[in-house]
Structures are given as structure tokens and as C-alpha cells.
């Protein structure tokens, strides 16, 4: 990953998360699904000033995505980062019923 020009000279730091294997199914107790991407940590985290916001993802096949940040936010936290999970709510299992009547694979 490379920095655009206008950051070059600013002080930026780009930082890569682990490596995941996408094509591993992403399985819990109720339901599986196909691996996804880690192509928008966006979605998943909000940093606002010293603190990262973990939040839930709305597909099976992300459900596990965070696996790849961990070991930053890890080394964020203990330099002194506050890390808060929102991800789940003990009972959002994410099975069918929850997505309606249609079986959803996502």
C-alpha cells in the first residue's frame, strides 16, 4: 500500500493489517458462510481522537474480518489508544430469521 503524494513529507503512516486467508469459510455454532475481504475497515471502525470504535458488521461472511486488526489496534491500545467494542450484542446470532424469510448467504 502505497501513500498518495500529498501525504509524502507529513508525517503519515501507513500500516498494513495481518494477513487472513479470505477463501476459509467463516463458521459459528448456527450458521457458515464464505470468507469476504478486508477492503473497507471503514465499516467496521470509527477512530475518533484516541479512540477506535469496533463496530458490527451486518454479514455472515465479515463476521470474523476484525481478525486482521487485531494485532494493530492491540499495539494501539497498549500505547495508550482507548478500543471500544460495539460488535455484538449477546443474542445477534445473524441467523436466517434475522434477515427475513429469504435464506441469506452473504
Not at 498518495?4 to 458462510?33: E, K, M, Y
Not at 478486508?38 to 476484525?66: H, K, N, Q
Not at 443474542?91 to 434475522?98: H, Y
Amino acid at each position: 500500500m502505497s501513500c498518495s503524494p500529498g501525504c509524502l513529507g507529513q508525517g503519515v503512516t501507513v500500516r498494513q493489517p495481518d494477513v487472513i486467508n479470505h477463501s476459509a469459510r467463516v463458521r459459528t455454532l448456527s450458521w457458515f458462510s464464505g470468507g469476504f475481504c478486508i477492503a473497507c475497515p471503514r465499516d467496521g471502525y470509527l477512530v475518533i481522537a484516541d479512540e477506535i470504535i469496533e463496530t458490527p458488521m451486518c454479514w455472515r461472511s465479515r463476521y470474523f474480518e476484525g481478525d486482521a486488526y487485531r494485532s494493530l489496534f492491540k499495539e494501539y491500545f497498549r500505547a495508550g489508544v482507548r478500543w471500544s467494542s460495539a460488535a455484538w450484542e449477546p443474542g445477534t446470532l445473524l441467523l436466517i430469521l434475522s434477515f427475513g424469510a429469504r435464506p441469506f448467504s452473504g
